[in-house]
């Protein structure tokens, strides 16, 4: 009996994680494709530091821009009176777009280190390398993080909430020239050589072990916001 009703409950959770990637449907597509060209930029790269950054940065501003992208569509299309009109748990919900969140920021990370990979084989000039998997799992970390904060203000307000994407977009957008304009002081800082003295493996894998428990928990705080909410 139990069984069966866990199996239902993940074929309800599977049907949602679907639609939450059919809203994506377009965004997927375009993020493939300038995941594939941040790759390429990357290998054309030939400094210690710039590969690994404009990596870096595809990753966020892609993975913040399908975030984004999703929330405006589930405005526009009412999506949560919508969905509390079906027999479908609200936790389920909640639990389904945190899924759906990281696949799809899989996905651009997949994307994103096979192509520089690819794209530094294919150039084979000896001063540019791929994507290290430890770049990967600490953008990631760092991302999901983020999503830890935001998440469940999202699930609180999601209209002002896209206020803050506004804003956040345009100094997304900003960064590179900003970064561009002062790497040289960037690089030479005393913040950064501290850094690149710590052991990155570790460190790495210590800020994704805090990452998946914070967002566990952010997991658990958007349930209890979203089981209140009220339509």
């Known amino acids: 009996m139990k069984q069966g009703i866990c199996i239902r409950g993940w074929v309800k959770l599977k049907h949602l994680i679907m639609k939450d990637f059919r809203i994506l449907k377009t965004i997927i597509i375009i993020s493939i494709i300038a995941g594939l060209l941040f790759s390429y930029i990357s290998s054309r790269v030939p ?9 870096s940065y595809g990753i966020i501003i892609l993975g913040y821009i399908g975030l984004m992208f999703a929330g405006q569509k589930e405005i526009r299309a ?49 001063t540019t390398t791929g994507a290290r998997l430890r770049e990967i799992l600490f953008v990631l970390g760092l991302f999901v993080l983020f ?7 999202e699930f609180y307000n999601i209209g002002k909430v896209q206020v ?27 913040i950064f050589r501290t850094l690149m003295k710590l052991d990155f493996n ?20 958007s349930k209890g916001i979203y089981d209140k909410k009220e339509f």
């Open 47 to 55: 400094t210690e530091y710039g590969s690994p950054i404009i990596l």
């Open 78 to 126: 009412k999506s949560d009176i919508i969905f509390n009109s079906f027999p479908v748990k609200r936790n389920e919900i909640v639990k389904a777009k945190y899924m759906s969140i990281i696949l799809y920021l899989l996905l651009i990370s997949g994307i994103v280190y096979i192509g520089s990979n690819v794209f530094a084989i294919l150039a084979s000039n000896g």
């Open 147 to 153: 999503l830890s904060v935001y998440l469940p203000f």
């Open 164 to 190: 803050f994407n506004s804003i956040f977009y345009i100094l997304l957008i900003l960064l590179p020239n900003l970064v561009r304009k002062y790497v040289n002081e960037i690089v030479n800082s005393k």
């Open 202 to 221: 570790t460190f790495t894998m210590v800020l994704l072990g805090v990452s998946i428990i914070s967002y566990v928990i952010s997991l658990n705080i």
